[in-house]
């Protein structure tokens, strides 16, 4: 009996986890992390966009964590079609004063949809730095956030997933000043502009020891144990 009851309880307990797992899948969450710098300025930080599942529309979230405003964020979707009669709903900035953004589709570099941001300098409603916004993207037909998740940019510039130009960003070391556009490290061709690590389009690449260093290492390293062992 008693193992007959603890058969039940497995069942039981692995039918609520099976759920539980079906209820996570069916939750769609995608997460940009735009911080890869491309071009000769650094965004002094990145942008973090997560775009969230919500009854055929989904919820974007936007926070810029950047040194400068954020102009335009790219994003793509697939299929394009999808995104027709596009519109920014529910838009709130929290505690801030970010006005809502426009949409343009097809926007710069191939992607599907550019959420275009106030821009003029004696407007208090640009996205600035440390601001964050959420809104939904309603559109003709029904919207998953699972979708967002394919490249764009093609075929003017490089592939990304999404990406974010950011403006009025300050000089850093040997990065001059100006606008930055920043984009997710997971992006198919990425490399081909650059990560402004130096600033130029240079890669920081570090230097790795040659093997003479390795065996002149080794020795030093035989040497010191031999010199203990005498002493002992």
């Known amino acids: 009996m008693k193992r007959f009851v603890k058969v039940s309880v497995a069942l039981t307990l692995a039918t609520l986890l099976a759920s539980a797992g079906a209820l996570r899948a069916e939750a769609g969450v995608v997460t940009f992390d735009l911080n890869h710098n491309i071009g000769t300025v650094n965004a ?23 040194g400068g405003f954020i102009s335009d964020l790219y994003l793509n979707y697939s299929p394009n079609t999808d995104l027709a009669g596009a519109a920014v709903v529910n838009f709130s900035d929290g505690a801030h004063d970010v006005a809502q953004p426009s949409i343009h589709f097809n926007g710069l570099q191939g992607f599907a949809i550019d959420l275009a941001f106030q821009t003029a300098n004696s407007d208090p409603g640009r996205f600035g730095p440390g601001e964050s916004v959420t809104f939904d993207l309603d559109a003709s037909a029904a919207l998953t956030a699972s979708q967002f998740n394919n490249l764009g940019g093609r075929p003017m510039g490089d592939d990304y997933y999404a990406a974010a130009h950011v403006n009025s960003v300050a000089a850093t070391g040997n990065c001059g000043a100006g606008s930055a556009k920043i984009g997710d490290l997971n992006g198919g061709n990425v490399a081909g502009g650059g990560n402004v690590t130096s600033c130029g389009g240079r890669v920081a690449v570090s230097s790795v020891p040659e093997p003479a260093t390795f065996v002149l290492l080794g020795l030093g390293i035989a040497g010191l144990a031999a010199s203990r062992r005498r002493k002992r």
């Open 44 to 66: 002094g930080g990145g942008v973090t966009v997560t775009i969230t599942d919500t009854s055929g529309n989904v919820s974007i979230a936007v926070t810029n964590n950047s």
